[in-house]
T-cell receptor, first 115, second 116 residues
């Protein structure tokens, strides 16, 4: 019940195209859904995040769509650029008692943007 | 403001040796999380600590692994008698608070452990 499933595992998109990554979760106690971007040899960096009380959040070229009833959320990267080539992880967390907001990560999507 | 610092960045150990991984959280952060990333996989939660306390160690193997976050100094993840399956990238993250799920976790660059 703690899993977050992410697809696809890898994605190739042309420069200027749209990258779409999907995630699904089971645990209804999750109430925070961040996306992290990771470059090779680096740690993950927070990209954008959403709470389930909104259906969409946009920051620049990055948009999260959230479907609470389906327990799914997705990341859209508009006008993809070669510099966006990285691995993207969706994650979920929810404070349960005093256990802190540990993150449950999806398996990651390796995005390659071709010039 | 320096970010989360981890050292060493790369660590090579032979089977049976001990590995010590260090994490200095961002200034002012008193909540530390350790995650492990196996090759081609996502990050898996291991342990959550506040100063001098282990709050949640549900993701940490029961044997050979231990973690601490002393009142002074960095957080330490210790792996005794390492095996090849311990080879992974170990990431530390810190947050200002740990009460709310929206408290952002900032990740360090990781320690890449290779067990020969």
């Amino acid at each position: 019940q703690q899993q977050v499933k992410q697809s696809p595992q890898s994605l190739i998109v042309q420069k200027g195209g749209i990258s779409i990554i999907n995630c699904a979760y089971e645990n209804t106690a999750f109430d925070y859904f961040p996306w992290y971007q990771q470059f090779p040899g680096k740690g993950p960096a927070l990209l954008i995040a959403i709470r389930p009380d909104v259906s969409e959040k946009k920051e620049g070229r990055f948009t999260i769509s959230f479907n609470k009833s389906a327990k799914q959320f997705s990341l859209h990267i508009m006008d993809s650029q070669p510099g966006d080539s990285a691995t993207y992880f969706c994650a979920a967390s929810g404070v349960i008692k005093a256990a802190g907001n540990k993150l449950t990560f999806g398996g990651g999507t390796r995005v390659l943007v071709k010039p | 403001n320096a970010g989360v610092m981890q050292n060493p960045r790369h660590l090579v150990r032979r089977r049976g040796q001990e590995a010590r991984l260090r994490c200095s959280p961002m200034k002012g952060h008193s909540h530390v999380y350790w995650y492990r990333q196996l090759p081609e996989e996502g990050l898996k939660f291991m342990v959550y600590l506040q100063k001098e306390n282990i709050i949640d160690e549900s993701g940490m193997p029961k044997e050979r692994f231990s973690a601490e976050f002393p009142k002074e100094g960095p957080s330490i993840l210790r792996i005794q008698q390492v095996v090849r399956g311990d080879s992974a990238a170990y990431f530390c993250a810190s947050s200002l608070q740990g009460r709310h799920s929206t408290d952002t976790q900032y990740f360090g660059p990781g320690t890449r452990l290779t067990v020969l």
